[in-house]
């Protein structure tokens, strides 16, 4: 019975945790569906979008959840930027190539990184209560952070079916010559697609900001949750990439009921490697 | 080309690795030993992972897994059972090239990121797994008892002798990468390369070719995580299997020229020495990993086939001794 209760106090919150990784690992997943690429400097954005919490709201006292607007705007700019210089010269060539371009990214941020704020850890103190639901209790700040992500999903499903730039961005990934061909501007598109794809990064790294503390280094575990949590869904599935979090935050809230936490990470990268093997394309099955 | 001259690109990689070992014993300082021990062991880890990346293509971003495995094995056997360090350090050699065996029958049917993913994965899987496993100390890990040394003439000698085997096994990689270079399994590994599919046409087994360029890129990596830890005197899965030590791997035989025998040799020389100079400059100190970043960047983006391959190109008389 107490491994009951113990999965009734952790479920839930598996499942917003589960919501707000999503949201990171989409970012990594429609770059890889629309060019190809595993974005390595995935996990130093995540960071930075922390760090952009950090000071906005404890530095010039902006609400967090209004802050997000200037996170995301500036994680889009950042993606563009990193497109042209590191990712551009190399898209059409082998994976190692992009591979260690996204990752030399990644060495350059948590370089200057560490210079900056050191490797101590950072915690943005704010809070917005608890809700009591019968025997649960869900903090605010969770709750709102996974209302965000399902906010954020669902504004990129419009975006991406509803007008012409997110159009353009489906027929790219779909066939980049024909849809050159065309007359789509296609390096524009793959520059907005990279944008986009950091600014989900930031934005969720600014979520989880407001509920666990954090150093320049914490983006690396985000990092591999994003890929557990793509490859759940199917890389190159941003749909499947939500529903890959909430796999992954039910596995986090069910498997300490029955074994010690530190299996977590086992079962979570064996399932990984596992899936991996038997259907790459991901649970959905994405539509590649 | 028959008789010595198809061994002419071997030359060069043995007066290098000849030159690391001579090279503390004629200043006769232990801290020069110690570096080039450090030298020594990315030689031979880059090296064997150029035998899988460079020739047969095929990107591992977790190959510290098998030094990291070969290291727990080697010194459970060492600490907890006892063994002598020599069949340690064999079993610690075939433990790794028996994870790859097995692992590469699963993970080798991907290809590209897929691949380097699975191999990501298989290393976070087996530093939680032995995270937990109570056998190999769990998160605490084991610590070498001070008499294991004793056996082998004390403390010193015994570092003494550890510099000695990381010579022998840089040599061993080196040797290896120029064999399977010049063999016909090489020449297959490498139609892979260029077009799996086409190598299979042409009749290339490509499923076992694969494998074994797997298994003989991770012997050598388990043998020598094998020594590094008896050297070390203590093993933590956090030391073993490092992520961003795989990474920097690649970016070694990145640097040197994939798929050479001597790239790797160089990229790790010149990776590691930039690294110590860059960590204890004044100047690039706090930012050495950005400096490197950018370094790497601009190898990524101009010179992808790297110094050796650069040459190569440009310089048609040293095609032959360069390879």
Request: net charge positive; aromatic share 12%; hydrophobic share 55%.
């Amino acid at each position: 019975m107490q491994s009951l209760s113990l999965l009734l106090a952790s479920l839930p919150d598996g499942v917003l945790l589960g919501l707000v990784y999503g949201l990171a690992a989409m970012g990594l997943t429609l770059i890889w569906g629309v060019m190809n690429v595993i974005n390595l400097s995935h996990g130093p954005i995540i960071t930075l979008g922390m760090f952009g919490t950090f000071f906005l709201f404890l530095r010039a006292g902006v609400n967090p959840y209004l802050g997000l607007f200037v996170i995301a705007a500036f994680g889009l700019l950042l993606g563009v930027l990193i497109y042209a210089v590191a990712v551009h010269r190399v898209i059409n060539a082998p994976h190692l190539s992009s591979l260690l371009a996204t990752f030399s990214v990644n060495m350059i941020i948590i370089g200057l990184g560490t210079a900056v704020f050191t490797t101590s850890p950072y915690n943005v103190d704010f809070s917005l209560g608890s809700l009591p639901l019968g025997p649960v209790t869900l903090l605010g700040t969770r709750l709102v952070a996974a209302l965000v992500a399902i906010l954020y999903a669902g504004a990129l499903y419009l975006f991406l079916y509803r007008t012409r730039p997110g159009k353009f961005i489906r027929a790219v990934a779909n066939n980049r010559a024909a849809a050159e061909l065309m007359g789509i501007p296609s390096t524009r598109i793959l520059a907005l697609s990279f944008g986009l794809g950091t600014m989900l990064a930031a934005v969720s790294g600014a979520l989880i900001a407001t509920f666990f503390p954090f150093s320049i280094l914490s983006g690396g575990s985000y990092e591999l949750k994003s890929f557990v949590i793509g490859v759940l869904g199917g890389l190159g599935s941003p749909v499947g990439a939500l529903l890959g979090g909430l796999i992954l935050g039910l596995l986090e809230g069910i498997i300490p009921a029955f074994l010690e936490s530190s299996w977590v990470p086992v079962i979570e990268f064996a399932l990984f490697v596992l899936i991996l093997l038997v259907r790459p394309a991901g649970l959905l099955g994405a539509k590649r | 080309m028959s008789g010595w001259r198809r061994h002419t690109g071997l030359l060069v990689p043995l007066v290098v690795v000849a030159a690391l070992v001579l090279w503390p014993i004629v200043t006769g300082k232990a801290a020069d030993r110690e570096s080039a021990f450090t030298l020594l062991k990315a030689v031979a880890l880059a090296s064997s992972l150029n035998i899988l990346l460079g020739y047969s293509g095929y990107v591992s971003f977790g190959h510290i897994v098998f030094y990291g495995f070969g290291g727990y094995v080697g010194f459970y056997l060492l600490s907890a059972q006892g063994w002598p360090l020599w069949p340690a350090l064999l079993a610690a050699g075939l433990a790794a090239g028996l994870l790859a065996f097995l692992l590469g029958a699963a993970i080798l049917r991907l290809r590209g990121a897929y691949f380097a993913l699975a191999t990501i994965g298989v290393n976070e899987a087996l530093k939680a797994f032995i995270n937990n496993f109570e056998p190999f100390g769990g998160p605490i890990g084991m610590t070498l008892n001070f008499r294991v040394y004793q056996a082998y003439g004390g403390a010193a000698q015994a570092l003494a002798l550890a510099f000695y085997l990381a010579a022998a096994l840089a040599l061993a990689a080196v040797v290896v990468s120029h064999f399977v270079r010049v063999s016909r399994f090489g020449l297959g590994l490498q139609a892979i390369r260029e077009n799996e599919d086409a190598a299979e046409i042409m009749g290339v087994v490509a499923p076992r070719a694969k494998t074994w360029a797997y298994v003989l890129s991770a012997v050598i990596p388990g043998a020598v995580g094998a020594l590094f830890f008896f050297k070390n005197g203590n093993i933590e899965p956090h030391d073993a299997f490092p992520l961003h030590a795989s990474i920097e791997l690649l970016v070694m035989v990145m640097l040197g020229g994939q798929g050479t025998v001597l790239g790797p040799l160089l990229g790790a020389l010149a990776y590691q020495g930039m690294r110590g100079y860059l960590v204890t400059s004044d100047f690039f100190g706090d930012i050495q990993l950005s400096v490197s970043g950018v370094l790497l960047l601009l190898i990524v983006l101009f010179i992808p086939t790297g110094a050796v391959g650069w040459l190569r190109r440009r310089v048609a008389p040293l095609r032959r001794v360069l390879a």
